[in-house]
């Protein structure tokens, strides 16, 4: 399985950016997509997830409003709308994908990930 985030880029605060995360492969061995993000001198931090099959979502506190996770009807992309942006926000962010229902804020959970994409918010 192979994970192609993309859709990174410099934007003001206050501005929106979509990121995409295309799969590779059958999406019917995965259970969960989720986006991550790693800020420089700090540690990756779970952003949101969301269950394929039912399309149920979590987010962590800080983004909860301003971003929304989905998916396309075939399940390949997974998709991260983030609106009213703060230099906060500013990170690699990468996509990751779990063939099994669990923490989704945890890292481990994850069995494949993307590349990344670089999201920078300018005051």
């Known amino acids: 399985v192979q994970l192609q985030a993309s859709g990174g880029g410099l934007v003001q605060a206050g501005g929106s950016l979509r990121l995409s995360c295309d799969v590779s492969?059958?999406?019917?061995?995965?259970?969960?997509m989720a986006w991550f993000r790693q800020a420089p001198g700090k540690e990756r931090e779970f952003v949101a997830s969301i269950r394929l099959s039912s399309g149920v979502s979590t987010y962590r506190d800080s983004v909860r409003g301003r971003f929304t996770i989905s998916r396309n009807h075939f399940w390949t992309t997974t998709y991260l709308q983030m609106s009213s942006l703060k230099p906060e926000d500013t990170a690699r962010y990468y996509c990751g994908a779990a063939r099994k229902f669990g923490n989704a804020a945890v890292y481990s959970m994850y069995d494949y990930w993307g590349q990344g994409t670089e999201v920078t918010v300018s005051s």
């Open positions: 492969a059958p999406t019917n061995s995965l259970d969960t």
